[in-house]
């Protein structure tokens, strides 16, 4: 246990259903990360927050992605009018960073992922 | 973002090392390489990084050439829950500190009695 927690674990939903997810991370990491992963494949980067500012969103957020970390804990990721391309493990990940270790690495801190099967 | 090659997958003994190869042959020159593992239906795990010295921590040593061109991680006591999927990874670095990683498809080790 990493310490940062995802739930649902597991979400099977139709067709074009909304789905949303969330991400604890750990308490004082100020860096949180959303990646997705389908079957054989290493993780894709998606958005990363620093505090509650969304810094980053890769393309491959569409616009029926979003996510959210309101007051800098926990993340949200909502997936609307869901497709069958979007079934995979959703991974969220957290690191603490700060002004004066800008240049150190700070490793993510990875929970166990949100597996999302849409029929 | 520099690339990385790895074997889809590799065999070992448990009790005997385990040597992961990555090659990264376009890495520039403030680029680290970062190694992370990933153990069936869990989340991704930080292992080790290092920028051209070699490095050892409790759980690896990573072994970077002097070109910087190509990497080993060395589990140096492999046992049956090292069996993962290893990802070798070339670190993107912006002004701002943020690190995004960009995972390939690493190599699956499959640690044997």
């Known amino acids: 246990d990493t310490g940062v927690s995802q739930d649902p674990r597991h979400k099977i939903t139709k067709r074009g259903q909304n789905v949303t997810f969330r991400c604890d991370p750990i308490?004082?990491?100020?860096?949180l990360y959303w990646y997705r992963q389908t079957l054989g494949q290493g993780p894709e980067f998606l958005t990363y927050?620093?505090?509650?500012?969304?810094?980053?969103k890769s393309r491959l957020l569409s616009d029926r992605f979003s996510a959210e970390r309101p007051k800098g804990s926990f993340s949200t990721l909502e997936i609307q009018r869901t497709e069958q391309g979007d079934s995979a493990m959703y991974l969220c990940?957290?690191?603490?960073?700060?002004?004066?270790?800008?240049?150190?690495?700070?490793?993510?801190?990875f929970g166990p992922g949100t597996r999302l099967t849409v029929l | 973002d520099a690339k990385t090659t790895q074997p889809p997958s590799m065999d070992c003994a448990e009790g005997r090392a385990a040597n992961l190869p990555c090659n990264h042959s376009t890495i520039s020159g403030n680029e680290y390489v970062y190694w992370y593992r990933q153990i069936h239906s869990q989340g991704p795990q930080y292992i080790i990084h290092g920028l051209k010295n070699n490095e050892t921590n409790e759980m690896a040593s990573l072994i970077i050439t002097e070109d910087r061109k190509s990497s080993t991680l060395i589990l140096p006591h492999a046992t049956l829950r090292d069996t993962a999927v290893y990802y070798c990874?070339?670190?993107?670095?912006?002004?701002?500190?943020?690190?995004?990683?960009?995972f390939g498809t690493g190599t699956r080790l499959l640690v044997s009695p």
């Open positions: 927050f620093q505090n509650e500012a969304q810094l980053e």
């Open positions: 990874i070339v670190r993107v670095k912006k002004n701002t500190g943020f690190q995004k990683l960009v």
């Open positions: 990940a957290s690191s603490l960073s700060s002004e004066r270790d800008r240049h150190v690495y700070n490793e993510q801190f």
């Open positions: 308490s004082e990491h100020n860096r």
